[in-house]
């Protein structure tokens, strides 16, 4: 029965070791803001932070983060999450929401690691994060609104 931490909480899964974290993120802990949307890692719905770093959850399978941090939308905090969540509701950037809470996760993984980026740096750190609306414009200026609020 792997045990895995999840938002600062420690649980014991009854789930196959090679399930993977996306669906005993979802299924099995009720915490359904993590998205599943190709399943090969292409579209970054299924973004979380392990160990404070954006990682795909479709593709990690749960044996994988036994004595790791694992971090959903739901437990995201402190001073980049709010100022990246501040600027998504400000810039108004959600259009039918399905891919924010990846796109969040991982701007969230960018700020954290370059308080200053770039468009250019931007855009590869959300690459792989799509958005069937578009937003694409709205998530780049959130992103640098956070950045200026962090600064």
């Not at 990846?102 to 792989?128: C, E, F, H, R, Y």
């Amino acid at each position: 029965m792997p045990r895995i931490t999840v938002n600062g909480q420690s649980h014991d899964l009854d789930v196959a070791p090679d399930m993977p974290l996306l669906w005993a993120i979802r299924d099995h802990l009720n915490l359904t803001g993590t998205k599943f949307g190709c399943g090969v890692a292409l579209c970054g719905a299924c973004t979380v932070h392990l160990d404070g770093e954006p990682v795909r959850s479709c593709q990690i399978q749960v044996r994988d983060v036994v004595d790791r941090d694992v971090t959903t939308i739901e437990g995201l905090e402190g001073k980049t999450a709010k100022a990246v969540q501040g600027a998504w509701q400000r810039l108004d950037v959600v259009q039918c929401g399905y891919c924010q809470s990846g796109q969040i996760m991982t701007a969230v993984g960018l700020l954290s690691a370059n308080p200053k980026p770039t468009d250019a740096d931007i855009d590869n750190a959300l690459d792989g994060n799509v958005c069937r609306c578009a937003t694409y414009v709205r998530i780049r200026a959130a992103v640098h609104e956070a950045a200026k609020e962090l600064a």
